[in-house]
């Protein structure tokens, strides 16, 4: 495959791998060649890194086996979070980790997670396989952990079965640094300072787990949350720092709540705000009944699967269109902070755990997903995909001590680069893929800018290498270099060169010269 690239600006910029939409057997018949155009000379929004975030929910092995072993586990552990698990995750620059919900957060009660462990209280996970939920992984444990991985906090609070009265208390447990009685509190169980809350979940589908609430109904309620659940941390107390606080809104169904929560902002008075509304909206190959497979599946499921998540572009469209009307200046961000492909459980597995394969479609799916977002980054400031370990859409698989890495990981490695990067607008040609009467785009493409300057260590360190290898034959060794260190493409100062995507150590094509190699279901 060739690329045709325009540069007329001295930057960097990167592009996300162009990915192939076809299996093997009809790309070994139609070889044709994609050329891209880049116009750095038109810079579009802000890559908000919180795209990439991530979703732990207390549900099935996602959190205890997946990251809670605790302190006198055999695996290697650092307070009884799993190293390797942290290892991986810090690779991926994860941004942010919702948390503890989902519709276990519809239940959650945090006081039941502090204090002494062997004292907590042991409840029910009714929504989640009906299992004892220990509650060994409570805040303290969920703040440790986003510092073993260099996350921030996004905290899901109980609107549904919790009180407006609970969840301040948490807020002040969480954010004061006055020597209140929950602050002391919080001191006693050995954290003096006070924790940092980047984004709070003002609820979690209250259109149905969370309560069956009407819209009208959920906007009373959200109002008086959002009153009363303040962040007393002094470092968040500037606009730039403040704690963002994101409402329910369409979960991609019939219930649409954006309407009527930004209606209410919109007529809002001074005694209450949110910077953001929420979209859950998952790939279903085939029926919410009967999803499908996780892995073995035919060409058929693979088309059906493509195609349901590229509807996520239509949700983003209307969702925003919604949010336009009351918000033309986009004050207000797009949370997509549940998404993934949701197929049926492993055979054999508790179907309350959610446990499924991970295969090259689920990375196409993820990374469909990211261009979409990415291309919609002026509305959508973050989005958590579902989830980070052992449940749906995850980026790691953990069995007793071993783990793997999935080709869902492998896509968010690669997307590190995009993080805060400047979106550029990039025309090509997508051709089509069929498969009976589904048409769907052979490939999709993301085009991003980032300043060497702007503290890109890694394209500045590539430029470095580039200038001592000036010669052509060394210029071709360099460019294999960057083959086997760098996603995406590079292109620095007008010297017009190219890299291939990296190879990973699964037949993902991320490639954008040289041959694809297929997606497939093994």
Known sequence: MHVKTAVRRTAAFVTAAALVLQPASVLAQQPAPVRLQVQLTHPGPTISRDIFGQFAEHLGTGIYGGIWVGPNSKIPNVRGIRSDVVAALRAIHVPNVRWPGGCFGDNYHWRNGIGPRVKRAATLNPDWGGVIEPNSFGTHEYFDFLGQIGADAFISENIGSGTVQ???DWLEYMTSDKPTTLAKQRAANGHAAPYAVRYLGLGNENWACGGAMSPDHYVEEMKRFTRYTRNYNPAQQSPATAMKRIAVGWD???????DAVMKAWKAKNWAWDIEGVSLHAYTIPNSWEKKGPSAGFGEDEYAKAIRATLKMSELVAHQSAIMDKYDPDKKIGLYVDEWGIWTDSNPGTN??????????RDAIIAALNLDIFMRNADRVRGANIAQMVNVLQAMIL???PRMVLTPTYQVYR????FHDATAVPVSFDAGTYAFGDIRLPRVDHVAVRREASAGNEKIQRLERKRKRHSSRARHRRFKALIAERNAGVVVTNDRRWVATARRLDLPLTICLLGDYVSPSSA
Do not use: K, R
């Open 414 to 417: 690669m997307y590190v680069p």
């Open 398 to 400: 953990t069995d007793g």
């Open 252 to 258: 991609s169904g019939n219930d649409d709540f954006t």
């Open 166 to 168: 609970e969840a301040a």
């Open 351 to 360: 179907p309350g755990f959610l446990q499924q394969q991970n295969t090259l």
